[in-house]
């Protein structure tokens, strides 16, 4: 009996702290910045969803070119994740509209996205590559790095720090344009949670960069290293 009263009177007590938090929580719809952050959430979430269905499309619904020895070219759009939550999705539409490489691909390409593709390839040229190490092992320098090792030779003086604030002149001008492009999709797309500032957005250009050049460094080490040991296990058996 004595059981039975203790655990009633536990479930009243729960109950009671349950109706004061509700009743707290109420309190939040009265909080502006609590709101705002809400709100913010609520539409990042939907316009995610809207580009994962763009990219589920690009993928599946644009017919792959096939060459004259039966080789089958396919879309494939993958997200840049240094860009962050949603933006990293619609950087790899953008990025990987090269894929989309014959006239009929990019008016497929085009109609899905619901962007005019010359603006999608303004973009990508814009945006342009990074560093990778390709199927033969070879490090490849991306057009991003090119154009920055062209600026910095391209200064007439022998002093490291001019060629690095040509090269910073460079990237403030290529991202600003960049910017406005990628602001321009956005709004013709009604996405307007995933893009912040331009500063944001030079730093997640940075990083795409820097994570491309530290993981292609690390699979060359890797390819070097392997070779190193195959090498070094090799031996000659004489008659």
């Not at 840049?80 to 894929?99: A, H, P, Y």
């Not at 603006?119 to 070879?138: F, H, M, P, Q, W």
Request: charged share 25%.
């Amino acid at each position: 009996m004595a059981t039975n009263k203790f655990e009633q009177a536990v479930a009243n007590r729960v109950a009671a702290r349950k109706a004061e938090q509700e009743q707290a929580s109420l309190a939040l719809l009265e909080n502006e910045a609590f709101m705002d952050t809400q709100a913010h959430i609520m539409a990042l979430s939907q316009e995610v969803q809207k580009l994962d269905t763009i990219i589920h499309q690009l993928n599946t619904g644009i017919t792959p070119f096939v060459a004259k020895d039966g080789t089958k070219f396919s879309v494939r759009v993958f997200p840049i994740s240094s860009f962050g939550m949603g933006l990293d999705k619609l950087m790899g539409i953008i990025s990987n509209s090269s894929s989309a490489f014959t006239d009929e691909m990019a008016m497929q390409y085009e109609a899905i996205v619901g962007i005019q593709f010359t603006e999608l390839s303004v973009a990508r040229e814009l945006l342009g590559t990074v560093d990778y190490v390709n199927k033969d092992g070879i490090y490849v320098e991306g057009t991003r790095t090119i154009a920055k090792n062209e600026v910095r030779a391209s200064v007439d003086s022998d002093e490291v720090l001019a060629g690095t604030k040509a090269v910073k002149q460079w990237e403030t001008e290529n991202i600003g344009k960049l910017y406005l492009v990628v602001q321009s999709i956005c709004v013709k797309l009604g996405l307007y949670e995933i893009l912040s500032n331009v500063e944001a957005f030079t730093e997640a250009v940075a990083r795409w960069e820097q994570a491309a050049t530290r993981r292609a460094t690390k699979q060359l080490e890797e390819i070097e290293k392997s070779a190193t040991l195959n090498s070094d296990s090799s031996f000659t058996i004489e008659d």
